[in-house]
């Protein structure tokens, strides 16, 4: 899933950022679960939640590792009341801008013409039980005391929801997913949709597909967005390719990509490691060297008992 992010109190004193997953009918699997990437003095710092069967998310644990994936410190409870405090938010600066949902129609599942009657505008980020779609997206920025808000000139019809965001000074991206014909009829999936614009003309400098994506309800599993040697870096979570014949560890793949958004060409690489389409995905890059974690079910079934899977690629 994305960098989608609610507030969840851990305790009448606490309440820490995890993703909107956590919340509703879904399950995560049990176990430690939700990682979060960040680098601290030149280290790989992933946290975690532990959650349990009665629904809480505590305590949180953090493992350090060197850039290259050697542990430097085992996972170790946080007490840290200023890591803490640093864990409740990662929302972009107002100033910076933030990229927004313009509104969310929900869409009956029983009723066919419902994508014309318009049933109800949703604000909230989890619709269970329905399909929803975006009316496009914002880029909103903090200016002169006031909220200024362009819409994005991109093709928007049927995004089920906004998944990554990357606000740089003269560019922007972001990413979302698609209700698309294509994909009628398959379970668990969406097309997932990438955008390149600059600032401040929100000129589009490319718009394409990356293929299939794995959704928990309407949301498509992706990871954050992260701007590296001139290329944007994603990860995501899609079928394998002989889904139906396979066992249910092998069923689904995390694909870790880099796109040159100049150019408009993306390069794949499918990981072997384990993954699910019940997965949350958190990246990061230290120097040269990226680091994308993820939790899935050991044995591939839902929700299943968690485990915490991660990969360290040395970036040319």
């Given at each position: ?10 305790s ?28 601290d ?6 946290y ?140 668990r ?80 690489e ?22 994308l ?7 591939g ?16």
């Amino acid at each position: 899933m994305s960098f989608r992010l609610i507030i969840h109190k851990v305790s009448l004193a606490l309440a820490v950022v995890i993703p909107s997953g956590l919340v509703n009918a879904h399950t995560d699997p049990r176990g430690e679960v939700c990682p979060l990437v960040r680098v601290d003095d030149g280290c790989f710092v992933i946290y975690t939640w532990q959650y349990d069967s009665d629904h809480s998310y505590s305590p949180i644990r953090r493992t350090i590792y060197t850039p290259d994936g050697r542990i430097q410190v085992t996972s170790e409870v946080v007490t840290d009341p200023k890591i803490l405090e640093s864990l409740k938010s990662n929302e972009p600066l107002p100033s910076v801008g933030a990229i927004q949902p313009k509104e969310r129609i929900e869409l009956d599942p029983e009723d066919e013409n419902s994508s014309k009657n318009q049933k109800e505008t949703r604000t909230d980020q989890f619709v269970n039980e329905s399909r929803v779609t975006h009316q496009g997206f914002y880029l909103s920025v903090w200016q002169e005391n006031q909220m200024k808000r362009t819409l994005l000139p991109l093709k928007s019809e049927g995004a089920t929801g906004l998944e990554s965001t990357l606000v740089r000074e003269k560019e922007l991206g972001l990413a979302w997913g698609k209700l698309s014909p294509k994909f009628n009829g398959s379970d668990r999936n969406l097309e997932l949709m990438f955008a390149w614009l600059e600032r401040p003309t929100v000129k589009t400098i490319c718009e394409l597909s990356l293929g299939e994506c794995a959704t928990i309800y309407d949301f498509a599993v992706t990871s954050n967005m992260l701007w590296v040697g001139d290329r944007v870096w994603m990860a995501w979570v899609r079928k394998a390719k002989d889904y139906d014949n396979l066992p249910p560890t092998k069923q689904w793949v995390t694909v870790l990509a880099s796109i040159d958004p100049s150019a408009g060409t993306v390069k794949e690489e499918l990981l072997d490691a384990q993954s699910h389409w019940n997965a949350h995905l958190s990246m990061n890059v230290c120097g040269n060297w990226l680091c994308l974690a993820w939790h899935c079910s050991k044995d591939g079934t839902y929700p299943g008992d968690a485990q915490i899977v991660k990969e360290f690629r040395k970036l040319k």
